[in-house]
């Protein structure tokens, strides 16, 4: 009898918790669909009053200065290649932080590999910092109330607001908008995108083999960049340096360890010349179509045909290693540095890597490299991302309940001088001017006795010299990133600042996607169908141009395969999400 | 009489001896040709597992150029120890694979002690089966085994104690694992009660019977389990990265994670990655003690298993 009494009250006690749950969901619902979304403005009016009797100093122009010592708390990813030491607070960047702006930075360090797993952990457990710089996806944090809608106060900040204004960002910054009109983030904002990744040539065996890669990349296309290969190839048999087997193009960055199982690099950059995901950028396979004016799966579009025709072409001519697609970037490497091959990829950061590493293997002075610009597929723009966005920087909810609206602002201003000032930009790049560097005809230049890794300044062969990086924390990635585009490039080496000209010269930019703004819901949809289709997309793009599979006796099978994985759904969601201009 | 008697043994003799022989003829095609077939790939297995090791030191003592153009194999290219001075010295010369190195020795010496000692007390009253308290203690504990508050509320846990950032907070959550304290239930269980009974005619109160007559007697247990705790301790590097922000406290596991997974890939372009040689011969220095014991002690790990599992 108590038995059933019991069983009874747990059902009546289920029923209810169930009918509450249910009954808060619909409220939730409720609320998120009738509350009005945010617009974006195109320009940002600033709510500056330069009267105001503040406790601190700030404006365009100006240092942020608090009269009295304020300290706020700061996650910081912390990378293991250069972590941070005790000089850093005592003597380097956060000091010379301190120092300018009164400020001190209470840092709770996390190494970079963990470093959004535990700044989650932090945020969930309500123990996070007021400042949390280095995020690429917030979409973590959103729903859950930790992180301040910072859009709602961005007219606090004039740097940021300047930097918006001048620059028009309005349209990029809308594609980090949420449902709701609102975003989370400060994004590290860009003037313009500059090319990153491209591939590097042994310029020396290209010139022997008669090749003029310096002209014909103007406006080549793929089919003419497979001609110089095989010209090279047959020059490089000929001189014994590799047999007709051998293939002369072995790439990294698109095994399983860095490629994920997409192809990588290699097929990120093919793609997009043909207007496709594909590789590292395939994300879900959804993007918008200029002609249409709407959202496409496009690895089913004939661009998407095209591209894999083309990229098979360039195994089935023996020059591109089938092997690409699984080696490790080691292997591949290896192959590049002992003059196997005569082609790798390579990005801004890598070209120093490459020089020492080849320098160490065949003796300086017998090789030359040249990164080339990226071949034209079915359109001439350039393979940067059309968003001017970089990460950015999240602030707590904590912040605003513990320092209060006024508290609040104040850090906010302080934080739109860190991250969005000129000034603080050269110094947590550079160092100080006079002590670290020196401005030398408009260029900045390091100080004898000091290098620096991530400036591309290398050591003496004796290291004798101190890098700013490790000793003082300059150059480190949680602080600079986006700027203009003479910031962006004041470290360049020339090489490098030669193929980043050379592209943005030769190349046309690509426009900017609309911005679309997903529930909660809907992302998990979209999650739901993209995981498995595009597992199948990759597994069949692999086959398509390995050979493994005939591309045209195939290909209806492949769209078919996709269908049936429900391609359709995602382009259903996308058209209900944008309705068109 | 006497003649059976001494016929018989020597009839015996000659029936073993025809027996082995018998056998041996048997053995002589079939057999051979499973041994040395066997032999062969209980090798070959045998160097797969030990090519990546050995592959391993030999890039630790190769130059960087050499690893670079693919050119290490089992043996070293480049023959130097200048990568193991490095690795030892740090970037900033001072020290820190030593300070971790000993941050780990301090956590598994203090931790195994500990977890010994409360795992102890912790499955011997539970090895009572007339103790009433059991019927509710021994699913209570199993229970843990198979259901846990969550990361989050663990984490919460350790902030609220203010043991984030403190040696404990590394080695609290893991100082009592409900297996091991299953295993060790269970041999407890084995020990005679009329022993115990006797110590507590001469005197001794419970504390004093498990000090002075369970424990002596337990100590093939304990050893097995000092064993376990101690690996435990010496290989976490989870606790670390969750509770230990102090790179400062870190144990020299959580380091050598953190250098061998470097940067995050080309994805990240502010990435670079440590040199293979850096690499192998951090993984060479932490795994060297535990290598070095392991022969001896490997067989425990068999036994222990078995220990508290055979209950007669």
Redo the contacts between chains.
Sequence with gaps: MKTTTLKKLSCIGLAVSMLSGFVACNKNTEEETSSEATTIPDQIETTEDPDANLPYTYGLGKTFHADQPVTYTMFFS????Y???DTWKTEGIFKEIENRTNVTLDI???????YM??IT?DI????AAYIIPKIYDDSAFVDGGAIVPISDYVDKMPYYTDFYNTYNLADDIKTITRANGKYYKLPGMKEANLI?YSFVIRKDIWDAAGVDVVELQKDWDWAEFLDALQKVKKYMVAQGMCSESDYIWSD??CGN??GQGSG??LLGVMGSTYEVNAG?NIGNGMRYDQASDKYIFSPTTDNFKQFVTTANSFVAAGILDPETFTQD???A???Y??GKTAIM?I???QWANYEE?MT??LGAGNFENYVITIPVGTTNNSTVAPERLENGVMISQKALDELGEDGFIQMLRFVDWLFYSHEAYDLTKWGIEGVHYDVVDGQKVLKDGFCC?GLGYGNDAEGSMTDIR?QWGYAG?NFWYGGTVAEMTDNLIPPVADYVNRDAEYRDTPPLAPGIAPTADQNEEINLIATPLISNVNSWTLKFITGQEDINAKWDEYVKSCEDLNAQGLVDIYAQLYKGK | MSNLEKSTPEFKVEEIHIHNRKNKIKESTGYKVFTVVNTIIMILIAFATLYPFLYLVSQSFSSKEAIIAGHTSLIPKGFNIDTYIYVIKGQHNNYEFLRYYGNTILYTVIGTVLSLFFSCMLAYPLSKNKLKINRFLSPFVIFTMYFGGGLIANYVLILKLELKDTMWGFILPMLISTYYVILMRSFFMNIPKDLEEAGEIDGLNKFGVFWHIARPLSTPIIATMTLFYAVMYWNNWFNAKLYLQDKKKWPVAYYLQTIIRGGGGASDPDAEQMSANIKSCAMVLTVLPIICVYPFIQRYYVQGMMLGGVKE
């Design positions: 912390d990378a293991s290649w972590p941070m030491v709770k360090s996390y190494d970079s590999g963990d797993d535990n952990l969930n457990a309500g123990n990153n990294l960055w360890e860095s990588g690099n590292w970037d080691a292997t490497t290896a192959k540095y002992s990829s990005n801004q950061g590493n160490a293997q890794g490790l990635g």
